[in-house]
């Protein structure tokens, strides 16, 4: 019996990466951590935490624009 896995969308899920902050997911999405935690965001753009500093992890608050990241010269 086919799973929902199975069937492939009609259009591929669109993930873009910004440069400094998070990765824009075309939504609604559902996001599963490591420990099995679910986190689903039915909005029609998503944005994922990639700093982890966000209080609302995995979703992005902005919090990454509160300090600035080191960069290598």
């Known amino acids: 019996?086919?799973?929902e896995r199975d069937e492939k969308p009609a259009e591929p899920t669109r993930i873009v990466f910004?440069?400094?902050g998070p990765?824009?997911?075309d939504?609604?999405?559902e996001l599963v951590a490591p420990d099995g935690t679910v986190t689903r965001a039915d909005r029609f753009l998503v944005a994922i935490c990639l700093c982890k500093r966000s209080r609302s992890?995995?979703?992005c608050d902005t919090s990454h624009r509160h300090r600035?990241?080191?960069r290598d010269s």
């Open 68 to 70: 600035r990241r080191c």
């Open 18 to 20: 910004t440069e400094d």
């Open 27 to 29: 939504g609604p999405v």
């Open 23 to 25: 990765a824009l997911v």
């Open 1 to 3: 019996m086919p799973t």
């Open 57 to 59: 992890y995995p979703l």
